[in-house]
């Protein structure tokens, strides 16, 4: 008898423990002590209406992690005088207080809101209302170092709920490389696991995406539809927004362990090889896709700007985020960048031939061998000098360091040509239209300075300029980063500054920075959607969509375009390319770490 009740009273003890454990667990978990709270919809328990099954999902590869080659410059061999240091610090520190400049008017002015309307000290929701800038900012102020900073940001993006929205359809594209990338890194670099859990419910509500009949996805994610399982993937999707969702989604399923966000985009890459030498200009992939009728790529337009950038950025990056494992992703590389040499790269007419330099233009193809280039310039292809030197280090492929390196410096030069310092949205140039594309080419005045199509008055020898905005984009400096970090080049700090320089004299206003109506016009800018703007702009800055569109602080200055200024002039292990591999938004995930020979 008394055994029993000894047992009784042990077992009660037992239940009573776990009772009590369980409830601090869910206090300090979602209760008073947590500040987490998770969304009121959890999308991981809605019922599918094109069900993947558990035998259809592919696993990550079980292949260890390889050491992959060495991507950065060995700076420890560099000899850094006190003056080179000196100067690093000051630079740094002038980038951290346009930073600190606009993170505290975002505070001030629209806390909690997607983006800041510098001007108008207002708070505006361009992705969906749950603090755009706030979540992308993130990894940059830990970087910076601004913890306090960092952790009030914490505190509201742990509490954001993805089912309270102001817009009933979101871009899959933006959410994904803005809010899934930022908290992923922030994760990354903080360990804080509330970032980790957020970033997890967002990934199931975008999962839902996948959620159409032929599992690939709507990048128009309208979330009333995505509920009731009625997304169809559409016929005219842009590469770049189904090519880019590969790396978020994989580093989501390396830090939680499922790989079902992993096995969705590894469908769309198998997709992509299909088709790879199958288009009009194989070995590369038109702008758009028809994804609804099963990944079709009969379109004729190609490019590394606008539209297709980042499903080229992805394919490199994602070998290295995968460790060196996926050797499909090295192959579909090479082939594009050989093809984009080909075809896409030319050099412009320059009175001084020893400016090396190159960009890459946009090319017409009717399948049939008549690829027609021409020479654009999109501060969005600027990017391309870091993807190509990336390229060539992971890949042992010296000659795309070089190009990238040309790359990287056509933008710097392009910046350096405009009146304001800074290179415009979209341009033509003169191009060099010998034989080989690539070689410099004989100076003809009268082609250079007459070929100009508008008759407007543009630094010879650009003959267009389309869109003569500057948006605070990153690409450039982007590029230069990479190059500087891949090659040691000490020349290209003093190019970054002069960058910065610019730029900040030509988009600072009182609170924060604003895009600028045109780089072609120097002296006082004309800030687009601005108390500052001058009134012959006005009528053009209400026209349509233009003035949400461009007048607003994007969260990507923030997020990328001061972290690649503030990282240049950085030590140049913080954040280091052997480590980190940064998505298109420029949120670094930490690399794999290489384990020798075997299975995981
Ligand atoms: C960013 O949101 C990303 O870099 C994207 O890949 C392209 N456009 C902007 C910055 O210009």
């Not at 190059?483 to 190019?495: A, M």
Request: hydrophobic share 40%; charged share 25%; net charge negative.
């Amino acid at each position: 008898m008394a055994i029993l009740a000894t047992r009784r009273r042990f077992q009660r003890l037992i239940g009573f423990t776990l009772v009590a454990l369980a409830l601090v667990y869910f206090l300090w978990d979602q209760g008073p002590f947590s500040n987490y709270r998770s969304s009121s919809f959890d999308w991981a328990k809605r019922p599918q209406a094109h069900p993947i099954s558990q035998s259809d999902i592919i696993p990550l590869p079980s292949l260890a992690p390889r050491q992959l080659p060495r991507i950065q410059h060995d700076f420890s061999k560099q000899e850094l005088t006190d003056a080179h240091n000196t100067t690093q610090r000051e630079r740094r520190n002038a980038v951290q207080d346009a930073a600190k400049r606009c993170w505290e008017a975002y505070k001030e002015f629209a806390w909690g809101y997607d983006e800041l309307s510098p001007q108008g000290q207002s708070g505006v929701d361009t992705f969906g209302g749950w603090g755009a800038t706030l979540v992308d900012s993130l990894d940059t102020l830990w970087i910076m170092g601004m913890k306090q900073e960092f952790a009030d940001a914490v505190q509201v993006a742990e509490r954001i709920d993805w089912d309270v929205t102001t817009s009933a359809e979101l871009s899959l594209f933006e959410t994904n490389i803005r809010f899934l990338g930022g908290l992923l890194a922030a994760y990354d670099l903080s360990g804080e696991k509330t970032l980790l859990r957020k970033a997890k419910e967002l990934g199931n509500m975008l999962y839902a995406a996948f959620d159409t009949p032929n599992h690939l996805p709507a990048n128009a994610f309208n979330i009333r539809e995505a509920k009731q399982g009625l997304l169809i993937a559409s016929r005219r999707e842009s590469s770049a927004a189904v090519g880019t969702l590969s790396l978020e989604f994989t580093r989501l399923s390396q830090l939680t362990g499922d790989p079902k966000y992993y096995s969705v985009t590894e469908r769309i890459k198998r997709e992509f090889e299909k088709k790879q030498d199958k288009t009009k200009l194989p070995g590369m992939w038109p702008i758009l896709i028809d994804l609804e009728n099963g990944f079709q790529t009969a379109d004729s337009a190609f490019t590394l700007g606008a539209s297709s950038d980042s499903a080229y950025e992805y394919l490199s990056k994602m070998y290295e985020l995968l460790g060196g494992v996926d050797p499909v992703y090295e192959t579909m590389h090479i082939k594009a960048m050989d093809t984009v040499k080909k075809n896409l790269l030319f050099r412009p007419m320059l009175r001084d031939n020893d400016t090396d330099i190159l960009f890459s233009g946009l090319v017409l193809a009717n399948g049939a061998g008549i690829n027609e280039l021409t020479a654009e310039v999109q501060h969005l292809g600027c990017f391309a000098g870091g993807m190509f030197a990336l390229g060539g280090r992971l890949f042992n492929r010296p000659e795309d360091v070089e190009i990238g390196e040309k790359l990287a410096r056509g933008c710097g030069w392009a910046y350096g040509v405009f009146p304001t310092g800074i290179m415009p949205e979209t341009s033509e140039v003169v191009p060099c239209r010998g034989e080989d594309q690539l070689a410099p080419c004989a100076w003809n005045e009268s082609e250079a300075g007459g070929g100009r199509k508008s008759g407007g008055k543009f630094p010879i020898p650009f003959s267009h300029v389309r869109d003569a905005q500057y948006l605070l984009r990153p690409e450039a400096i982007e590029s230069i980063f990479i190059l500087y970090r891949i090659t040691g080049k000490k020349d290209l700090l003093d190019v970054a500054w002069q960058m910065f320089e610019s730029i900040e004299k030509a988009t600072r206003t009182t609170f924060a920075n604003s895009a600028i109506a045109s780089v072609n016009v120097g002296g006082e800018t004309a800030k687009i959607n601005s108390m500052e703007v001058s009134f012959g702009l006005i009528p053009f800055a209400l026209v349509g969509g233009l003035y949400m569109l461009t007048g607003r602080l994007q969260s990507f200055w923030l997020a990328e375009t001061l972290k690649y200024f503030y990282l240049i002039f950085s030590e140049p292990d913080l954040i280091s390319l052997d480590e980190y591999v940064f998505n298109t938004e420029a949120h670094p995930f930490r690399l794999p770490k290489p384990v020798k020979g075997g299975f995981l």
